[in-house]
C-alpha cells in the first residue's frame, strides 16, 4: 500500500500532512491527514484517530478544529480519514447529503451496490490502523478515537464493537442511537437492508447493553443548542441511560454552544483540548 504525499506544513514543530493510497478494503483512491507531533521525529508515539461528520472529508478536522497545538503538547499521533469511498460511480452515490458520498457511517455494507465500495467500518479498524502503522512512527499498542456527529457514531461503536483494542474513547454530538433516528434509519436500512437486527451491531446504545470487556472512560460534548439534538437526531439520553444501566461510566456535558454544519467546528475547537487532555492520559500513562 504505497502512499503518496499531498501536502505538508510545518505546525507547532510538528508536521501536518495529508496522503494518498489506493484502498484495498474499499477498492478507491482514499485520503487521509495526519499531523505527527516533533516527538515522533525522535521516538514511537500513540495515536489518536479521528472520524468525521456527513459531508466532510479529511480536510475539515485538520484545517477548522485547532488541535494540533495540544498534539504536540502530549506528543499525539493524530489521524483523520474521509468519511466515505469517493468515484466509485455508483447509481445514487452523490444524490443526497446524508447518505453516499460522503456518509458512508462507519459500516460495512451488505446490500448492492454498496456492499464492494463502502466498507468504512473494516478500513478504519483494520486497513487504516495497519497502513499507519507500517508508515509511521507508531505505538501500536497506544491507541484511542474519537468523532463528531456521524463520526461520533463511528468512534463509540469502534470501541465498544472491540474491547481494548482503544485505549479511550471520545465524541462531539455523536449519532448515538442510529436505529431509532431517520438518518441512521435511511444509512443503515441502505447499506445494510431492511433487518433491523442487523442494524444493532452498529448501534452504541444498543452495543452498551452487552459490553463486558475493559474499562471504558467516555467523553461526550453535546451543543444544547444543536438543532439536530432537538430534532432527536442525536438521542444522547438514550446512550447515557444505557451506559448508566450498565455501570460504563460516562461524562456528559451539554454546552452552551450549537453545533451545525460549518459552525459546528467553533463548538469542537472550544473544547478540542479536554478531548485531546482525555486521550494523552490514556495513551501517555
Sequence with gaps: MALKQVSSNKCFEGFQKVFEHDSA???CKMKFGIYLPPKAETGKCPVLYWLS???CTEQNFITKAGFQ???????????????SPRGCNIEGEDESWDFG???????????????????????????????INASFPTDPERMSIFGHSMGGHGALILALKNPGKYKSVSAFA????PIQCQWGKKALGGYLG??????????????????????????IDQGKEDQFLSAGQLLPDNFIAACTEQKIPVVFRLQQASCFCSPC?????SFINDHIKHHAKYLNA
Design 174 to 177: 455523536p449519532i448515538c442511537n
Design 53 to 55: 461528520g456527513l459531508t
Design 194 to 219: 431492511p433487518d433491523t437486527s442487523k442494524w444493532e451491531a452498529y448501534d452504541a446504545t444498543q452495543l452498551v447493553k452487552s459490553y463486558s470487556g475493559s474499562c471504558l472512560d467516555i467523553l
Design 101 to 131: 458520498t460522503g456518509a458512508g457511517f462507519y459500516v460495512d455494507a451488505t446490500e448492492d451496490p454498496w456492499k464492494t465500495n463502502y466498507r468504512m467500518y473494516s478500513y478504519i479498524k483494520d486497513e487504516l490502523p495497519k497502513l
Design 69 to 83: 497545538q495540544a498534539a504536540a503538547e502530549h506528543g499525539l499521533i493524530v489521524v483523520a480519514p474521509d468519511t
Design 25 to 27: 478494503e474499499l477498492k
Design 265 to 269: 467546528y467553533f463548538f469542537i475547537a
